[in-house]
């Protein structure tokens, strides 16, 4: 009995997860009630361009959230935060909405939600490699295996700070992807007017150089003509010298 005892209060990283989220839970259920400029405080407090990458922070759910809840979820919250319920604040209901608004249409894309999934499970393995590898040091040096996050607090902390960097270095990512991406449209945009302005200007060329064909060879024909004569003309009054002769004493 006092095996399985030691073996049930020993928590798995699973039981951790899973008691991180039944804590975010309980935070999202109180912080479901918030009024509307509460609400628009938190969509936009100081560094929520960071915070809202996560869709599940945006609209405050559960990422096992069923599609039925999460309707429910975004049409409570729109409605907290619409400018029409807000027209003392409405243009910062309105940057709140749109959060919503954008967070709810990204969890309706079957491929944007698996990748958002995908994010928060990276962040929670990542930490729960942490703990193991913090354990097995703990080990070889022969000290105490406890960690601080063996405190579901902490690693819940700890979980939604990894979830949150993973979010941000993706958008990182994502935003050098796109400005290389438009550096090297621009480019092949220029090199393309390049060409084209170089074979208009050589069709130019070519049409001229057509165009003056006959007038460059009358003028050639001319230059012969007035050089022969010119030269019969000359020999004409070509004279020889007179030889002196020499007068001998």
């Keep these: 009995m006092a ?20 804590e975010v839970k309980q935070i999202e259920k109180r912080d479901s009630v918030l009024t509307s400029k509460q609400q628009i405080d938190r969509l936009l ?15 405050q759910i559960d990422p096992d959230a069923t599609d039925i809840d999460l309707k429910k979820r975004f049409r409570a919250l ?35 939600k698996k990748r958002a999934l995908d994010v928060i499970q990276a962040g929670r393995e990542y930490i729960e490699h942490m703990v193991k590898e913090k354990k097995k040091q703990l080990k070889k040096e022969g000290k105490s295996q406890i960690v ?14 990894q979830t949150m960097k993973l979010f941000a270095e993706l958008a990182i990512k994502r935003k050098e992807r796109e400005a290389k ?29 057509e165009e003056t064909r006959d007038g460059r060879v009358d003028s050639w024909r001319t230059f012969q003509a007035k050089g022969k004569s010119k030269e019969k003309k000359n020999r ?14």
Excluded at 3 to 22: I, V
Excluded at 91 to 106: G, M, S
Excluded at 149 to 161: I, S
């Design 3 to 22: 095996a399985c005892g030691g073996e049930s209060s020993q928590a798995t990283p699973d039981d951790l997860f899973q008691n991180f989220y039944t």
């Design 45 to 59: 407090r100081p560094g929520s361009s960071y915070f809202n990458l996560n869709p599940f922070e945006v609209l």
């Design 78 to 112: 729109s409605i907290l935060v619409h400018p029409d319920k807000n027209q003392d604040d409405a243009d910062r209901a309105q940057q709140a909405f749109e959060a919503v608004d954008k967070a709810y249409k990204l969890l309706q894309d079957a491929d944007q």
């Design 148 to 161: 601080e996050e063996d405190d579901p607090e902490v690693f819940k902390q700890a979980v939604y700070k």
């Design 181 to 209: 991406d438009m550096h090297e449209r621009k480019r092949a945009r220029e090199e393309e007017i390049e060409a084209a302005e170089k074979a208009k200007r050589d069709r130019e060329w070519q049409k001229n150089f």
């Design 236 to 249: 004409s009054f070509l004279k020889p010298p007179k030889v002196k002769m020499e007068q001998r004493e």
